[in-house]
């Protein structure tokens, strides 16, 4: 049984041990910033290939107690790191921490390269070289006030990287940060879904492949496809289940919109990457000429933080006019809205049902909820 940590944005770790937990995971714990969990390393190749939720997936290779940088030092260079990689791969370190008391996290991460060079080094004769913009191997340590874990990268690139989404705005919304959203929204595959300020799409694209029941990482490779022990004959028939193209009988009731006309664009071509032209449409519409496509439904949106200057006045005029909108044309709609923006429900004059921080990168943030009902929700 291999131990793992899947990282996740702050504030959605209890999503993910959900998702950890229906993905076959066992010893499921959610903790700041992702959830731990167990199991064969298939499990692993799962949860990159299908979680929603997860940034990135570690492996557990070694963990102890430390005092000085040498003795991290001398715990990474007896690790049998050729069990797991050749010295002809690129490596790349990175060190996170909490009360860690040594002086420099950068020449911690230099103390841990050395040491699997030299490994290497004395061994074979060849020492790898290191690449931090696209390695073959990735190599995580995480130090608290006593004890550091080592990790190998099973993901590679972050698993928010969907392999669709080519064409984005200033500031795309990260897809596990959007399906997270979406999750705590209420919304649930068959349930009517609409973005009116939808940029590039990606509320709309995480929605439809939802509905569809497409794996998240159906159209990228991962890291543990490098690693010397990894086990094709238990990942190719998770990739061929998820290569089989999903059959829909007809459009999704997922609508999004935009009224910046290269906004849409960019959503129609990441639909048409996706494979899902004829299954979204995306419109261009201004947010407070948007009426509700069905009785019912969830209405979801990330609207600008106004940090430019100026735009906190122009959010200031709309809001009061969203709000206006969203009761007299969405009577009987969830709305969830994710914005920095704390003056938002005083200004749309609605009282949330719910406040959930999350974090969109290092921008603190809040996802306001509201039941909307006809003639209420003033506050």
Not at 192 to 197: C, E, V
Not at 342 to 366: A, Q, T
Request: aromatic content about 10%.
């Amino acid at each position: 049984m291999e131990q793992f940590f899947a990282t996740c944005p702050r504030g959605l770790e209890a999503v993910l041990a959900q998702e950890l937990t229906a993905l076959g995971a066992e010893q499921v714990g959610a903790t700041d910033g992702g959830a731990r969990f167990s199991g064969p390393l298939p499990t692993c190749y799962r949860v990159n290939l299908e979680s929603r939720i997860a940034s990135r997936v570690l492996w557990q290779i070694d963990r102890g107690y430390y005092r000085t940088e040498d003795d991290i030092y001398k715990h990474a260079r007896n690790m049998p790191w050729d069990r797991w990689f050749t010295p002809h791969q690129t490596i790349a370190v990175k060190v996170t921490a909490q009360r860690c008391p040594l002086k420099s996290l950068d020449f911690i991460t230099l103390r841990i390269k050395d040491a699997i060079c030299d490994f290497f080094r004395d061994s074979t004769g060849i020492r790898p070289s290191v690449d931090t913009r696209l390695p073959d191997v990735r190599i995580h340590a995480y130090f608290d006030a006593q004890q550091f874990t080592l990790y190998l990268d099973t993901s590679g690139e972050a698993l928010f990287k969907r392999g669709y989404r080519q064409y984005t705005g200033e500031a795309p919304l990260r897809e596990n940060l959007a399906a997270g959203i979406l999750k705590l929204s209420g919304w649930e595959p068959g349930m009517t879904l609409l973005d009116p300020m939808c940029g590039s799409g990606t509320f709309v694209l995480e929605a439809a492949q939802m509905a569809l029941h497409m794996p998240s990482g159906v159209k990228r490779v991962f890291g543990f496809e490098r690693l010397k022990n990894f086990e094709p004959q238990a990942w190719e028939p998770l990739r061929a289940a998820a290569a089989a193209k999903p059959m829909a009988a007809g459009a999704l009731p997922i609508y999004g919109s935009d009224i910046d006309k290269w906004a849409v664009m960019d959503a129609r071509k990441n639909i048409e990457n996706a494979g899902l032209t004829g299954l979204v449409r995306v419109e261009e519409t201004d947010i407070l000429d948007i009426v509700a496509p069905a009785e019912s439904g969830v209405l979801v949106m990330n609207p600008p933080y106004g940090e430019r200057i100026g735009e906190a006045d122009e959010l200031a005029k709309l809001y009061p006019k969203l709000g206006s909108v969203l009761k007299q044309r969405f009577a009987g709609w969830k709305v969830g809205i994710f914005t920095a923006d704390l003056r938002l429900p005083k200004l749309m004059r609605l009282k949330p049902s719910r406040k959930i921080p999350l974090f969109n990168g290092p921008i603190e943030c809040r996802l306001f909820l509201f039941e909307m009902v006809a003639g209420s929700n003033r506050s």
